[in-house]
C-alpha cells in the first residue's frame, strides 16, 4: 500500500509517499501562496494528485481551515487563504480519479499524528495546542478526534480570555490567541523594546537574560496558562500536548509545567505537560494514518 500524504499550511505543502507502515518513503515541499486563493491552491493540490495517482492507492490531506471531514470540504477559511471556503477538495479529487481521499484540519491530523506515533501514544484522552500566529485546538477523545456536531470544536485559539479585550480576526475580542501566540509574544516584546525580533531572537541569550524582555516572556506565560487552567477545568484531561516552534524553548515548557504543578488542585497535579514530538513530519503522518484508517473501513 501507498499513501500520497499532503499537508497544506498557510506558508508551505509538505507533500509525498507514505508507506504501509508509516515510513515516509520522499517528501517534498512547494509554497503554498496562499495569497492567490483557494482555487489557485486546489489546482495545486491537483497537480500533486495527477503526478502520483498511478503509484497510490488513497490520498489523506491535512489542511489548514475547518473542514468537513465527511465531505472532504473546507467549511471555513480565514482571509490567510482568500476564498478557500467553500472548496470542495474530495469532489474535485474523485471527479478526476478513482481514489479514496480523507481530509482533515490540520491541528487535528497533528493531534492524529501524536496520538499514533508521538507523545500521545498510550492516552485515550489528551488536549493538544498549537502555538504560532494563532492558536490552534484539539481534542483526542475515547482514541478519537471530537469534531463537534459541525466539525468546529476545539477552536482554543477564540476562548475569551479578556472580556472586551483585543479586537481578534474572528471578530470577537480578547481571544486566547491574541495574548498567549507567538505572534503575541513578539508584539509585546516590540512594545515593550522598540525592537522586532522574532520567536527564536527572543530566547537567545542576549534578549533572553534582559530583565525587560525576561518580564514580557513571563507574563506571556501566565496567558498561555490562562487558556489552559480553563481547559483544565473543563476537561481534567491526562495529558496536554503543547506544540509549534516556540514550545521548543525550554523556559517555555518547563515553566508552563512548573507553574501548573505549583497548584494544589487534584486536576492541575495529575496533568501531564508534554512537548510535541512530531515536528514538521506531524501533518503529513497524521493525514496519511486518517486515509489509511478510511481505506481499510471502505
Ligand atoms: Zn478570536
Not at 78 to 93: C, H, L
Not at 255 to 270: K, L
Amino acid at each position: 500500500m501507498k499513501i500520497l500524504a499532503i499537508d497544506i499550511g498557510g506558508t508551505a505543502i509538505k507533500y509525498g509517499t507514505v508507506l504501509e507502515d508509516y515510513t515516509i518513503e520522499q517528501a517534498f515541499e512547494i509554497p503554498t501562496e496562499a495569497h492567490l486563493g483557494g482555487p489557485h491552491l486546489m489546482n495545486k493540490i491537483m497537480g500533486i494528485v495527477d503526478t502520483y495517482a498511478a503509484e497510490i492507492d488513497c490520498v489523506g490531506i491535512s489542511t489548514a481551515g475547518q473542514v468537513n471531514s465527511e465531505l472532504g470540504k473546507i467549511i471555513f477559511a480565514s482571509e490567510n487563504i482568500p476564498n478557500y471556503t467553500g472548496i470542495e477538495i474530495t469532489k474535485t479529487i474523485q471527479k478526476k480519479h478513482h481514489l479514496l481521499v480523507s481530509v482533515e484540519n490540520d491541528v487535528n491530523a497533528a493531534a492524529t499524528a501524536e496520538a499514533k506515533f508521538g507523545a500521545g501514544r498510550g492516552y485515550s484522552d489528551f488536549l493538544c495546542l498549537t502555538y504560532g500566529t494563532g492558536v490552534g485546538g484539539a481534542m483526542w477523545i475515547n482514541n478519537k478526534i471530537y469534531t463537534g456536531t459541525h466539525f468546529s470544536a476545539g477552536e482554543f485559539g477564540h476562548i475569551v480570555t479578556h472580556t472586551g479585550g483585543k479586537k481578534c480576526t474572528c471578530g470577537n475580542n480578547g481571544c486566547y490567541e491574541m495574548y498567549a501566540s507567538t505572534r503575541a509574544l513578539v508584539n509585546a516584546v516590540r512594545e515593550a523594546t522598540g525592537k522586532t525580533l522574532n520567536g527564536r531572537e527572543i530566547f537567545s541569550p542576549e534578549h533572553f537574560n534582559n530583565t525587560t524582555v525576561r518580564a514580557v516572556i513571563d507574563n506571556w506565560i501566565d496567558e498561555i496558562i490562562g487558556g489552559l487552567t480553563t481547559l483544565i477545568f473543563i476537561f481534567n484531561p491526562p495529558c496536554i500536548i503543547l506544540g509549534g516552534g516556540i514550545m521548543n524553548e525550554d523556559y517555555v515548557i518547563s515553566e508552563i509545567d512548573r507553574r501548573i504543578h505549583a497548584r494544589n488542585i487534584h486536576s492541575f497535579r495529575s496533568v501531564a505537560i508534554k512537548r510535541a514530538a512530531m515536528k514538521n513530519q506531524a501533518g503529513m503522518l497524521g493525514a496519511a494514518y486518517l486515509a489509511k484508517e478510511k481505506l481499510l473501513e471502505s
